[in-house]
């Protein structure tokens, strides 16, 4: 009823009277509403407290406008099974006639509230109505929550009238069809996403304070980490560098053993290091990576690596900084300028941050990256943009500047271009990877598609199998039965990988036997793709290579601090020192093309995977750039994990870890057809195929979410709707996908928009108003909430903002939050949530204290949070658990010890996001409110309004704070309070006067805790 229809609790109660009147039904005391939310509830409430259903020639039709509420009287006598239909009808013709709405329009499972429009005040009175015409009574404790559909309100009266409801028909089944080239677009599955570059919104000001701080720089040859050191200790903090020439800690970073040495004798003579900014890449970007790629990167990555994982424990605090300069590698490859003068590190440097952003979850971790062009006389400026978005306030990883416009990248849903087949029968394409799994799975599509010659790359040597196992049974069982006459004396588990191995080998060359079926010819090489030799002597017998796959690749998971160099290398060096040796192996080749096989971790990391991250990220660019050389066509492929093959589906760890993160996999066949889709085109790009796997993406690159959203300092504010000198109107759509929050204060499992964020909302509308420098919120004045907002069916919800200048004073703002239901007729009115006077000054802060009770020491029976927090009670999870302690209960006043200190995410990718209210600490104030009821009266109560609320000075964060609360009145509908939140020593940081909670219900004698506290 309410999340389809839109008929409000209040709505509920009085459509239920009036069909409980016609019903000849009496309304049960104890009534719960939220158990009759549909028409089919109702009626099956009415029919089981005995109300008869209408008449048969009175049930609404498809085309009936009269209400059902003119039926004759019921009877108490029990109805036949087939008369819960005619309840239904009976209901929605009620709600019809209450609403505006025709019967043909009522589903039964439609919401009131979120789909009808219909508010909790018309509820009550269409509930009452109902339960008049069925002749039911309404319980005392109607809970109209559970009865906000036609569905549950037509359940609930069938169940009360005795009424046998139909058994439900089974749904037809869906049929689709998906073209195998370019696969259709599966809601809810893996599909295919360009990357694109999006504008972020504007950031002013520095929010990350460096003073005092220590901060190490990897120092480059061409002045920019100087530049940087320079604006670091402009701001209060030291620099301490690095690297080669006069460097605090002289060290070649390439050097690796001598690089830990160097990081041992630091940590000795460096009791803190509170940030990590990396600037020697800087010098394989302005020097053209003369060593090559692979060996640029034993400093600028590898090197990097390194000081990561040694200084692990000083960098990943709260307060730290990790960040690193780029030039037209991270962000401006996706836009009109491409990658041809990329530098790759910049690419990897990027990848393994994305990672360490994942492990380093107390750090602020991102690389900026510059427009392309910058030169060694640019780094003073460079510095300046660097550090200046370094230090904005944002957490995004990945942020482009040029010309003063800050970039981000965002993922469009698209499918790939058809055009000229990439692949022609008789080609000649050399792959990497070997001849199992994903890669063995597409080459069979590949040739049956457009036979060509495949030479096959691959690690295991196919050619020294003994003859006993050359054929036969393949089972590991079998081959370990052989293996023990052989190998007398071994361990189970070396006969287990000998057998592996050999198993492993006759698949690779029973495979290569299918593929030789179709394709015109196919040549294995037992070629490492990192051996620079094997490969160019296997290349070098193949005078025309007309395209490259290079698949293969290397997964060792290991967190940072546990990761070993060498490991490191294996998988670093598969994916890019088997490119580099690729392309140098089609050197005088003039290949049409180049394909390789990356990972969605490369654009959002993954904990565990930094070398892998690094490395298809860097390989991105590599290729990318290579195209862009040479002239043909370079396709980068971002896979998701696959299920049935593939790295993730063969390690059962790797495959629980990433079902535990909710990651939807890639099945077999569509990742396969993927594939062949991107040879439908000759379209140099880089395509990514995931699910909707938005808790991996923490840079908001998923097309429905705002790219910039959790960038702007006014979080709570979308798009400006209206605007003059005098008044502003927003919008901002409340969508639990971005507001998470949202999910850790849910009632009955319904998310409630907070107080505490009405108020930080109006606040952020009404400082965009004010618009005056070092302006703050000084108080807010006759705040009060006429209707809550709540996420109904998880749809996202529109709220619109109003703020305008107010006659209360020179500062004062009068502000709204309202909001329209849109489907509705007579419910398609306006309501209004919240509203209140907002004063704002541009004042310094000044001191104020409060004198501190005498406390009384209290004994709980049980755990504070066991109490405090249960879903009958106050019902906050995550980092709106804030009261830590009862410091005092007398009866009269309420101390408890508050802290904000949760690292939950509050918006999609955003744990700490600016606000000119603390949310946290001011809902842990409302808390402490309904607290103190739950300590002496048991009832349950919510915030409903304030005469003062000031905004002394700022919270912190991490800081233990008295809430201390008073009762100062309380009347039949509401209870009133006095509170004050202050440090430990008495300063004052936030003071609310006469703070109006409004009374819900009274707790069950199972959980009230009225009796679990007393004086100690």
């Avoid at 020639?57 to 009936?64: F, G, R, V």
């Avoid at 800050?406 to 790939?416: C, D, K």
């Amino acid at each position: 009823l309410e999340a389809d229809l839109g008929i409000d609790t209040v709505k509920q109660v009085e459509v239920f009277g009036k069909i409980s009147a016609e019903f000849g039904l009496d309304v049960p005391e104890d009534l719960q509403l939220r158990d009759l939310n549909t028409i089919a509830k109702l009626a099956g409430y009415i029919a089981a407290q005995g109300g008869a259903s209408a008449p048969a020639a009175e049930t609404a039709t498809a085309t009936d406008t009269a209400p059902a509420a003119e039926a004759a009287p019921a009877t108490k006598e029990a109805p036949s099974a087939t008369t819960a239909t005619a309840v239904v009808s009976a209901i929605k013709g009620l709600i019809a006639d209450e609403t505006g709405y025709t019967v043909d329009m009522l589903d039964d499972g439609l919401d009131l509230e979120a789909d009808l429009g219909i508010d909790t005040v018309k509820q009550v009175e269409i509930f009452g109505k109902i339960s008049a015409h069925f002749g039911l009574d309404v319980p005392e404790d109607l809970q109209l929550r559970d009865l906000n559909s036609i569905d549950s309100l037509a359940g609930y009266v069938t169940q009360r009238a005795h009424i046998a409801t139909p058994a439900p028909s089974a749904p037809a089944a869906a049929t689709g069809v998906t073209d195998l080239d370019v696969p259709a677009f599966e809601e809810g599955g893996v599909n295919r996403y360009a990357i694109r570059v999006k504008q972020l919104g504007d950031r002013a000001g520095v929010h990350v304070d460096l003073s005092k701080k220590t901060i190490l720089v990897t120092r480059d040859r061409h002045g920019f980490a100087d530049q940087v050191k320079l604006v670091v200790e402009a701001r209060g903090g030291r620099v301490i560098t690095i690297g080669t020439g006069d460097s605090t800690y002289a060290c070649d970073l390439a050097d690796h053993e001598a690089l830990v040495a160097t990081l041992a004798e630091m940590k000795k003579r460096e009791p803190s290091v509170d940030g990590l900014l990396h600037l020697s890449a800087m010098d394989g970007y302005l020097e053209s990576c003369p060593s090559g790629v692979a060996t640029d990167a034993e400093a600028s990555i590898k090197g990097l690596f390194l000081i990561l994982r040694e200084l692990r424990d000083s960098l990943n605090r709260e307060g730290a900084l990790i960040g690193a300069l780029s030039v037209g590698s991270v962000v401006f490859p996706y836009g009109d300028a491409g990658g041809a003068a990329s530098n790759p590190a910049f690419a990897g440097i990027a990848g393994m941050f994305k990672t360490v952003n994942k492990e380093f979850e107390h750090a602020l971790v991102r690389v900026i990256d510059l427009a392309p062009g910058i030169t060694a006389a640019d780094a003073r400026m460079a510095a300046a943009a660097f550090m200046g978005e370094l230090t904005s306030g944002s957490r995004r990883v990945e942020t482009g500047l040029e010309n003063g416009r800050r970039l981000g990248l965002r993922l469009v849903a698209e499918s790939s271009a058809k055009g000229t087949p990439l692949m022609k029968a008789g080609d000649t394409v050399v792959v990497t990877g070997g001849a199992r799994g994903i890669t063995y799975d597409i080459l069979k599509k590949v040739v049956a598609h457009a036979p060509c010659n495949l030479v096959i790359l691959g690690r295991s040597d196919i050619d020294g199998l003994a003859p006993e196992f050359a054929t036969g049974d393949l089972s590991e069982g079998a081959v370990m039965a052989k293996l023990r006459a052989t190998m007398k004396g071994a361990k189970p588990l070396e006969l287990k990988r000998a057998a592996g191995k050999i198993v492993k080998i006759r698949e690779t060359r029973d495979n290569l036997d299918t593929l030789r079926q179709a394709a015109q010819s196919v040549a294995y090489h037992a070629v490492d793709a990192a051996d620079t030799q094997a490969v160019t002597k296997a290349m070098a017998g193949y005078p025309v290579i007309d395209g490259v796959i290079h698949a293969a690749g290397l997964e060792e998971s290991a967190m940072i601090e546990k990761k070993e160099l060498a490991s490191f290398n294996r998988v670093f060096n598969t994916k890019i020192k088997g490119a580099e040796n690729l392309f140098k192996g089609l050197t005088g080749k003039n290949p049409r093309f180049v394909i390789t096989f990356s990972s969605v971790t490369a654009r959002f990391g993954n904990e565990a995977q930094v070398d892998y991250t690094c490395a298809n990220d860097m390989l991105g660019r590599m290729v990318q750039r290579f195209g862009a050389e040479k002239g043909c066509i370079a396709k980068i492929m971002d896979w998701t994990a696959w299920s049935g093959s593939g790295m993730a589906a063969t390690n059962d760890t790797v495959k629980k870890v990433l079902e535990s993160r909710g990651l939807t996999f890639l099945p077999l066949d569509r990742g396969v057809d993927f594939f062949m889709g991107e040879l439908a085109g000759t379209e140099s790009c880089e395509s990514l195929f995931t699910g909707p796997d938005i808790a991996f993406d923490r840079d908001f690159m998923f097309e429905e979410m705002d790219a910039a959203e959790f960038d702007r300092q006014t979080p709570f504010i979308d798009e400006v709707k209206a605007q003059s000198n005098d008044k502003m109107v927003f919008t901002r759509v409340l969508d639990l996908k971005r507001d998470l929050f949202l999910k850790d204060h849910s009632m009955k499992d319904v998310p409630i928009f907070l107080g505490a964020t009405g108020i930080e909302t109006m606040a952020e509308a009404g400082s965009r108003l004010f618009s005056r420098p070092n302006g703050r919120l000084e108080s807010v004045t006759d705040f009060s909430i006429p209707y809550g907002i709540k996420i109904l069916k998880e749809r996202p919800k529109e709220l619109e903002i109003e703020t305008e200048k107010s006659d209360k004073g020179e500062d004062a703002l009068n502000c709204r939050i309202t909001s329209t239901f849109k489907k509705g007729k007579i419910t398609g009115k306006t309501t209004l949530h919240y509203e209140g006077t907002f004063h704002f000054t541009d004042k310094p802060v000044e001191d104020r204290f409060f004198e501190l009770p005498e406390f009384t020491k209290v004994k709980l029976d049980g755990t504070v949070d066991d109490l405090v927090y249960h879903p009958e009670r106050l019902f906050m999870h995550g980092s709106f658990r804030t009261i830590r302690d009862i410091a005092s209960f007398d009866g009269e006043t309420l101390v408890t010890k508050v802290i904000h200190n949760g690292e939950r995410e509050f918006f999609k990718g955003e744990t700490r996001p600016e606000f000119f209210t603390d949310v946290i600490m001011v809902d842990a104030m409302f808390q402490t409110g309904g607290l103190f009821e739950f300590f002496t009266t048991s009832e349950l109560v919510l915030p409903y309004g304030l005469d003062k609320f000031e905004f002394v000075r700022p919270v912190e964060r991490g800081k233990e704070y008295y809430c201390i609360t008073r009762r100062v009145a309380s009347d039949d509908r509401t209870n009133t309070y006095r509170m004050v939140l202050t440090d430990l020593a008495g300063k004052v940081y936030l003071d609310l006067t006469n703070f109006r909670m409004v009374k819900l219900s009274r707790l069950d004698d199972q959980h009230k805790i009225s009796g679990k506290v007393s004086a100690a």
